[in-house]
């Protein structure tokens, strides 16, 4: 992170910065066979449980992610950072990538049949025809945000679908970095790469502890921090009084959290002119980061 700046922005920031005889064979074979299926009840248990838990897909062993679709995998094979253990791919959907031989890739290439994917993926990930098997990206800290005018915050959005379109949207607009905290907030999936398309791979993502203390850093550098709120005493685009300008989301429902919403610079509204008043998360961002660009831009 650069060099800090003294001048702060809004009333409410704090200094400082940095959540089982008679029949003994019998027996024998009754206990092993009930342990057997108490055994097998468990692992389907567990599986449930498992699936229940992970809501961005299946994941490849050793803390591996399988991510899928071309522009996720096109962004994945050119981003020099993401590790590649192996790719899987349709003749078709190879042709459609359009990133070389296969024999020039410095990873393996499967070639496979598309119901294949169907069996890895489940029948609800649109593959497109192709899979790779990667490592994650490390997130990074706020200490390694560069120099940047427009940031994206978010306050315990869990959604995958939600992060995923909004890295897409911020990659659009131009934005440095997307910061989301080390708790509540979703990790790297298919799910949040394949609606990404590709942006997981273009934009920094930055995790941290404790968002205010986060909040107060970017004050601390420069940033007028904007806190979205359907409630926001302006409009957003009457808000903006800085060049450096990082916009914070709260989770669909709750929204901002209170804590949040007093440390920010300003609560700002988006005033939407047809009969509803209200966007989920990702949209609010879209516009957020469109109004936000603009007047960086000037």
Do not use: C
Request: aromatic fraction near 4%.
């Amino acid at each position: 992170m650069r060099e800090r700046k003294d001048n702060r922005s809004g009333p409410n920031n704090r200094s400082g910065g940095s959540r089982f005889g008679a029949n003994k064979s019998k027996d024998n074979r009754q206990g092993k066979a009930a342990k057997s299926e108490g055994a097998s009840s468990r692992n389907q248990n567990a599986a449930r449980g498992s699936k229940f838990r992970n809501k961005g897909g299946p994941r490849s062993g050793s803390g591996a992610l399988y991510i899928y679709g071309l522009h996720t995998v096109r962004a994945a094979v050119e981003n020099p950072k993401r590790k590649i253990i192996r790719l899987l791919t349709t003749h078709n959907a190879w042709d459609r990538l359009n990133v070389g031989e296969i024999g020039n890739m410095p990873f393996p290439v499967e070639t496979v049949d598309a119901r294949e994917l169907d069996k890895m993926l489940g029948k609800d990930a649109i593959h497109q025809g192709i899979v790779a098997e990667v490592h994650p990206l490390h997130a990074k800290s706020l200490e390694e945000l560069t120099d940047t005018h427009l940031v994206v915050v978010l306050d315990e959005v869990t959604d995958p679908h939600n992060v995923g379109a909004i890295m897409r949207s911020a990659v659009a607009m131009g934005a440095g970095a997307l910061i989301t905290t080390a708790r509540n907030s979703p990790q790297e999936t298919g799910v949040l790469a394949k609606s990404a398309s590709g942006a997981l791979e273009m934009i920094d993502h930055i995790q941290v502890k404790n968002l205010g203390h986060a909040i107060d850093e970017l004050h601390f550098v420069g940033f007028q921090t904007i806190g979205l709120d359907s409630e926001g005493p302006h409009a957003l685009e009457e808000t903006f009084s800085k060049q450096q300008i990082a916009l914070v989301l709260g989770a669909e429902g709750k929204g901002l959290r209170h804590k949040t919403r007093t440390i920010v610079s300003d609560l700002a509204r988006l005033d939407m002119p047809g009969a509803i008043k209200s966007l989920n998360v990702s949209n609010a961002a879209t516009l957020s980061l469109y109004a936000a660009h603009r007047y960086i831009k000037g």
